[in-house]
């Protein structure tokens, strides 16, 4: 094992400017507006390889950012048991130093395919790592806090019923003190419809407090496999879990002690052609739902869609892309720290270059996305480099992982740090 220093890019600052965050344009879609290339305020400013040697380990597949800390998942490193491949492990890294020292993030006892650091959240000082393949796929989360720069397992959630293929901590949200988290494979008795559940914490506890589960009536076509689950989004009084096989956002608001489901976005014959709801994220009042794919195989520009949260609860407000070409996937990730968001395109041709990759920010003002964005790519796009396939935003910061990227025989995997 070895902990790799993070490349100082500061004395390249404008030829990163020049190569990574170059502009394009193109329509908007769906009433909502039609952004256009704005001032560059993001300067790329370190990138943190995958620490550890290994091709396949997806280093950088899960992605988060709170101030100083970064936290970046590799699902198939290997265990700490020899030949456990697919153990996996995530990593802390401190912005504007080397990752945390001797820190590595895995199980003890990690098995073959357990996929640790599969998914990661951080909400104060604690960081939550998805293991959703561990023990026969019940999945697990373990939760460590930080104190200055160490780090404690403090303990490990589970999915309370223990399900067989729950796959619990596939994908995982926190925010004031509560953390929903994703067993997208749950059986019900009708087959694999998937749940949610909700976790608080009380002093150094995490509590379990609420399943969340798809409102009754709602089914897909063959009502087998919902995927209820496939991301998740919490912010303050709001959980969003949507589900690809029914191309639905599901939103719950918790009042009067408890969650409840309030309201269902999607479904339109439009958004099952476009994959709503691969990514969700919730600003103040706004709810940014990702729609990659197209209305025809070979044309996935993809788009996000817009929501806004009034008098009359949630609404939808308009859809928009960026054109990054017909097969950037444009969509496939989003995060908003409620001031700026980010999208994912991690598909996008740069340079010429297939499969490079791109992200785009854009401003928030009220429920509407600014008129203008900056879009940043990598210091050098190599082919099917997948930059954008994750991002994370916190304050005067972006994190854009990108989990195949293979530069002078690095392994693959990295991530890409941007700040204004």
Same mark, same amino acid.
């Given at each position: 094992?070895?902990?790799?220093?993070?490349?100082?890019?500061?004395?390249?600052?404008?030829?990163?400017?020049?190569?990574?965050?170059?502009?394009?344009?193109?329509?908007?879609?769906?009433?909502?507006?039609?952004?256009?290339?704005?001032?560059?305020?993001?300067?790329?400013?370190?990138?943190?390889?995958?620490?550890?040697?290994?091709?396949?380990?997806?280093?950088?597949?899960?992605?988060?950012?709170?101030?100083?800390?970064?936290?970046?998942?590799?699902?198939?490193?290997?265990?700490?048991?020899?030949?456990?491949?697919?153990?996996?492990?995530?990593?802390?890294?401190?912005?504007?130093?080397?990752?945390?020292?001797?820190?590595?993030?895995?199980?003890?006892?990690?098995?073959?395919?357990?996929?640790?650091?599969?998914?990661?959240?951080?909400?104060?000082?604690?960081?939550?790592?998805?293991?959703?393949?561990?023990?026969?796929?019940?999945?697990?989360?373990?939760?460590?806090?930080?104190?200055?720069?160490?780090?404690?397992?403090?303990?490990?959630?589970?999915?309370?019923?223990?399900?067989?293929?729950?796959?619990?901590?596939?994908?995982?949200?926190?925010?004031?003190?509560?953390?929903?988290?994703?067993?997208?494979?749950?059986?019900?008795?009708?087959?694999?419809?998937?749940?949610?559940?909700?976790?608080?914490?009380?002093?150094?506890?995490?509590?379990?407090?609420?399943?969340?589960?798809?409102?009754?009536?709602?089914?897909? *076509?063959? $009502?087998?496999?919902?995927?209820? %689950?496939? &991301? /998740? +989004?919490?912010? #303050?009084?709001?959980? =969003? !879990?949507?589900?690809?096989?029914?191309?639905?956002?599901?939103?719950?608001?918790?009042?009067?002690?408890?969650?409840?489901?309030?309201?269902?976005?999607?479904?339109?014959?439009?958004?099952?052609?476009?994959?709503?709801?691969?990514?969700?994220?919730?600003?103040?009042?706004?709810?940014?739902?990702?729609?990659?794919?197209?209305?025809?195989?070979?044309?996935?520009?993809?788009?996000?869609?817009?929501?806004?949260?009034?008098?009359?609860?949630?609404?939808?407000?308009?859809?928009?892309?960026? *054109?990054? $070409?017909?097969?950037?996937?444009? %969509?496939? &990730? /989003? +995060?908003?720290? #409620?001031?700026?968001? =980010? !999208?994912?395109?991690?598909?996008?041709?740069?340079?010429?270059?297939?499969?490079?990759?791109?992200?785009?920010?854009?401003?928030?003002?009220?429920?509407?996305?600014?008129?203008?964005?900056?879009?940043?790519?990598?210091?050098?796009?190599?082919?099917?480099?997948?930059?954008?396939?994750?991002?994370?935003?916190?304050?005067?910061?972006?994190?854009?992982?990108?989990?195949?990227?293979?530069?002078?025989?690095?392994?693959?995997?990295?991530?890409?740090?941007?700040?204004?």
């Amino acid at each position: 094992m070895r902990h790799t220093r993070a490349r100082p890019l500061r004395t390249y600052a404008a030829l990163a400017l020049a190569l990574a965050l170059a502009a394009c344009g193109g329509p908007g879609g769906g009433g909502g507006p039609d952004p256009q290339p704005g001032p560059q305020e993001f300067t790329l400013i370190d990138q943190f390889p995958s620490p550890e040697s290994r091709v396949g380990d997806r280093f950088s597949t899960g992605l988060a950012l709170r101030g100083d800390l970064l936290v970046a998942g590799a699902p198939y490193a290997a265990g700490v048991s020899a030949g456990a491949a697919g153990a996996g492990a995530a990593w802390p890294f401190l912005l504007g130093g080397t990752p945390a020292p001797g820190t590595r993030f895995a199980s003890a006892t990690g098995m073959n395919n357990d996929t640790f650091g599969t998914a990661v959240a951080i909400d104060g000082a604690y960081t939550f790592v998805g293991v959703p393949g561990a023990d026969d796929d019940r999945g697990s989360v373990f939760v460590y806090r930080r104190e200055g720069d160490a780090f404690t397992l403090v303990t490990t959630l589970a999915e309370p019923s223990r399900s067989v293929n729950a796959k619990f901590g596939n994908r995982i949200a926190a925010h004031g003190g509560r953390v929903l988290i994703a067993a997208p494979g749950k059986p019900d008795g009708v087959g694999r419809r998937g749940v949610a559940h909700v976790f608080e914490r009380e002093g150094e506890d995490f509590v379990y407090r609420q399943i969340l589960q798809l409102p009754v009536g709602v089914d897909d *076509d063959d $009502g087998i496999i919902d995927r209820f %689950g496939t &991301a /998740v +989004a919490l912010r #303050g009084d709001v959980a =969003v !879990v949507t589900s690809l096989a029914t191309n639905r956002a599901y939103v719950y608001e918790f009042a009067a002690g408890s969650w409840s489901h309030v309201t269902t976005l999607g479904g339109a014959s439009e958004h099952e052609a476009r994959r709503f709801g691969q990514s969700v994220a919730i600003g103040a009042d706004v709810m940014f739902v990702g729609a990659p794919a197209g209305e025809s195989p070979g044309f996935e520009h993809g788009r996000v869609y817009v929501y806004a949260r009034g008098s009359g609860g949630w609404t939808s407000a308009y859809q928009f892309f960026t *054109d990054t $070409g017909v097969t950037a996937w444009y %969509g496939y &990730a /989003v +995060a908003t720290d #409620g001031t700026r968001l =980010v !999208v994912g395109a991690p598909t996008a041709v740069i340079g010429g270059v297939s499969g490079a990759g791109a992200a785009f920010v854009y401003g928030i003002e009220g429920n509407e996305v600014s008129g203008t964005y900056q879009r940043l790519t990598a210091l050098g796009p190599t082919s099917d480099a997948r930059f954008g396939a994750f991002v994370a935003i916190d304050g005067n910061r972006i994190a854009v992982a990108v989990p195949r990227r293979t530069i002078s025989g690095e392994p693959p995997g990295e991530v890409a740090v941007f700040e204004r």
